[in-house]
């Protein structure tokens, strides 16, 4: 989505599965369909993207608000497990199209909320839309946005009382081992600080054993750790649980 089409009356948060992976197993669908007058058996992989390209536009359409929208009680999700006060600063790590952060502004009516976010072209996200959003929903003098990576913080340590991310970690391509994330994040939480993570925290492949995991933040110096397994929640239909989409989440979350 660009920021430059006319202002919407309501935010508009985008999709966690954009329409350019849909459009790339589809072309690529198109190109063996095609090369299979030559070589029949193009028509098997042929087959396969069709499935891929399918299942990500049906992904896509359960995520969106007209088809049940998912991705806002994923986001509840999370929300719901925040155990805090309500008063201070809260940093929110890959806002995307700040829909989490446009929420914990409405749910704090007295705290400020900074979104941060590498906005990368692969995402129908930028600045200018999470702006736009909070201005739509009437949180723009608590809620600000800029652009910053996961892996460096622009911010002190102890900066904030409340940091909270949702499915992003995984996606930060430029830190390999992704502890050093929950690390960095955490070194910018007050002492007694509250954090809440959700991501794909059930696959071993990128964050190994959980109770490892939690072993390893507790070794940090962090008071109280526990996690939750969102992926169990009856919100999630079974059809969005693959382990590459919503069948490995859950959260995070503890006091510093
Ligand atoms: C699945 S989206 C989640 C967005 C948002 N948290 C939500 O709940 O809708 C993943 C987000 O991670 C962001 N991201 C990827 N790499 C990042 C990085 N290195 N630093 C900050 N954000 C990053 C992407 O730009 C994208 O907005």
Same mark, same amino acid.
């Given at each position: 989505?660009?920021?430059?089409?006319?202002?919407?009356?309501?935010?508009?948060?985008?999709?966690?599965?954009?329409?350019?992976?849909?459009?790339?197993?589809?072309?690529?669908?198109?190109?063996?369909?095609?090369?299979?007058?030559?070589?029949?058996?193009?028509?098997?992989?042929?087959?396969?993207? /069709?499935?891929? !390209?399918?299942?990500?536009?049906?992904?896509?359409? +359960?995520?969106?608000?007209?088809?049940?929208? *998912?991705?806002? =009680?994923?986001?509840?999700?999370?929300?719901?497990?925040?155990?805090?006060?309500?008063?201070?600063?809260?940093?929110?790590?890959?806002?995307?199209?700040?829909?989490?952060?446009?929420?914990?502004?409405?749910?704090?009516?007295?705290?400020?909320?900074?979104?941060?976010?590498?906005?990368?072209?692969?995402?129908?996200?930028?600045?200018?839309?999470?702006?736009?959003?909070?201005?739509?929903?009437?949180?723009?003098?608590?809620?600000?946005?800029?652009?910053?990576?996961?892996?460096?913080?622009?911010?002190?340590?102890?900066? /904030?009382?409340? !940091?909270?991310?949702?499915?992003?970690?995984?996606? +930060?391509?430029?830190?390999?081992?992704?502890? *050093?994330?929950? =690390?960095?994040?955490?070194?910018?939480?007050?002492?007694?600080?509250?954090?809440?993570?959700?991501?794909?925290?059930?696959?071993?492949?990128?964050?190994?054993?959980?109770?490892?995991?939690?072993?390893?933040?507790?070794?940090?110096?962090?008071?109280?750790?526990?996690?939750?397994?969102?992926?169990?929640?009856?919100?999630?239909?079974?059809?969005?649980?693959?382990?590459?989409?919503?069948?490995?989440?859950?959260?995070?979350?503890?006091?510093?």
């Amino acid at each position: 989505m660009t920021p430059t089409h006319d202002t919407p009356e309501h935010p508009e948060y985008g999709n966690w599965v954009s329409k350019r992976i849909i459009a790339t197993f589809a072309i690529i669908t198109l190109l063996l369909a095609a090369a299979s007058w030559f070589w029949t058996l193009l028509l098997i992989p042929a087959l396969v993207t /069709f499935i891929i !390209a399918s299942y990500f536009a049906y992904g896509r359409y +359960v995520l969106s608000a007209n088809g049940g929208d *998912l991705q806002t =009680k994923v986001r509840t999700l999370l929300l719901n497990q925040i155990p805090w006060d309500g008063n201070g600063r809260i940093l929110d790590i890959g806002c995307g199209s700040g829909a989490l952060s446009i929420a914990l502004a409405q749910k704090y009516p007295h705290a400020t909320v900074i979104g941060i976010d590498s906005w990368g072209a692969r995402w129908e996200y930028s600045q200018q839309l999470c702006e736009m959003n909070a201005r739509l929903a009437g949180v723009q003098d608590r809620v600000s946005f800029q652009k910053a990576s996961a892996s460096a913080i622009p911010f002190p340590d102890g900066s /904030f009382d409340l !940091a909270v991310s949702n499915l992003v970690f995984h996606e +930060v391509h430029d830190t390999k081992d992704k502890r *050093l994330l929950l =690390k960095e994040t955490l070194r910018t939480v007050k002492t007694d600080g509250t954090f809440a993570f959700q991501d794909l925290f059930l696959l071993k492949r990128v964050y190994g054993d959980t109770d490892n995991l939690l072993e390893a933040i507790r070794s940090w110096g962090i008071q109280q750790v526990e996690f939750i397994p969102t992926r169990d929640s009856p919100v999630i239909p079974r059809t969005m649980k693959p382990w590459f989409i919503l069948g490995t989440i859950g959260i995070i979350k503890g006091k510093k």
